[in-house]
Structures are given as structure tokens and as C-alpha cells.
């Protein structure tokens, strides 16, 4: 069989699955939004990605299960075993892949805004938005936050840029360093649960 690559945007999902679909040209959230929209936030590394042929409503499609191993649980109540299920990915020579959406290896350590799981296409708030990839600096020992095209996270609102653009805090600051780890999780911490609701119903 010849190798088949089957590129898909998440709407011609929309006629295969019961699930919630976004396009894959998502709109960037603001922090609080993206906060706020999460059914919890952990830090976690990849234990394993399995893929595997499945048929939902007749229609068969491949679908990834990335289970994770919880080293923070930053907000929300978590599941003690999360296993991120998600449309998507490889079997043999036949892969399906969701435009935009970032991919998961075995040994990635991120911080992950979950919403949905098992219920829509990708399991993260506004797909690529939703995950943060943790670097670490042999260096210096730093933990710093990358966005998930490996882009310095360099302040909280930068989430709510394209994933393209500079962040005008480097722009300024040339030498400005990225955010940590340790810095982001406090900002998604001091997140009032209500503001974004509150702002929506302005």
C-alpha cells in the first residue's frame, strides 16, 4: 500500500463526530479567558501516545491517547490518572493530521489547560493555546515556558498573540528574559474564576 497522508481541518471533522469542533485558524484567548475556559491546569510529562483505528456513528478514524504523568496540578481537580484523548495521528503507513495541532513525544513536559477531554476533536483550551512546553536551561538549572511553536513566553499576555508574533516586552527589552515556570503558574493561580464570565457579560 502506498503511504496515505490524509491532512484535515477540524471542520470536515464536523460530519464524523459527535464532538465539539473549532477551525484550526483559532483565535488566541486572553489569559483569563484561557485560564478560565480550562476544566483544570497541570504540569505533566508524556508516559506514552498510542494511536489506534476508531468508528464512531459508521466512520472510522485514527485517534491518539497521550497519557500523562501529573508532576503539578496547577488548578482545577484533575483526574489522578489523565489520559489526553484526542483525533489524530499515526497507524502504519496511514496518518490523520489535525491542522495546527501540536504533537505530543514521549518525555515532553508541559503545562497543559485541559477543557474537554474526550468530548471534542483536541482537549485543550483553543488547540495550540493550550499548551506550554516547559525548557529547561542546563545553564543556569531555570525553568523557563515556551510557547508550543518553541517561542519565548516572555509575559502572561502574550497568549493572546498569533503564535508568529514578538512579544512587545522583547521588542522593548531586547535582553528580557523568558518567563518561568514558577512565575506563570502564580499568574494562572491569582486568576479570578470570575472575570472572564464577568467580561462576557459586559
Do not use: C
Request: aromatic letters at 6%; charged letters at 20%; proline letters at 6%.
Amino acid at each position: 500500500m502506498s503511504r496515505r497522508l490524509i491532512s484535515v481541518v477540524l471542520a470536515a471533522v464536523l460530519g464524523l463526530l459527535p464532538f465539539r469542533v473549532w477551525a484550526t485558524s483559532v483565535v488566541p484567548p486572553d489569559f483569563d479567558t484561557l485560564v478560565n475556559d480550562a476544566d483544570y491546569v497541570v504540569r505533566a510529562v508524556v508516559k506514552s501516545v498510542t494511536s489506534e483505528w476508531k468508528e464512531t456513528a459508521g466512520h472510522k478514524y485514527i485517534g491518539t491517547k497521550v497519557q500523562l504523568e501529573i508532576q503539578e496540578i496547577v488548578r482545577g481537580k484533575p483526574p489522578q490518572t489523565l489520559t489526553l484523548e484526542m483525533v489524530g495521528g499515526r497507524v502504519g503507513q496511514d496518518a490523520l493530521i489535525v491542522e495546527g495541532a501540536p504533537q505530543f513525544l514521549v518525555g515532553d513536559e508541559d503545562i497543559l489547560f485541559v477543557q474537554g477531554n474526550g468530548k471534542q476533536v483536541y482537549p485543550l483550551v483553543a488547540i495550540m493555546h493550550g499548551r506550554y512546553p516547559v525548557y529547561h536551561d542546563a545553564q543556569s538549572g531555570t525553568e523557563y515556558v515556551v510557547r508550543s511553536n518553541g517561542m519565548p513566553l516572555y509575559s502572561e499576555q502574550d497568549v493572546s498573540l498569533p503564535m508568529t508574533a514578538l512579544s512587545s516586552v522583547k521588542v522593548q527589552n531586547p535582553a528580557a528574559k523568558p518567563m518561568t515556570v514558577a512565575a506563570f503558574e502564580q499568574k494562572i493561580r491569582a486568576v479570578n474564576p470570575a472575570s472572564a464570565r464577568a467580561e462576557q457579560l459586559r
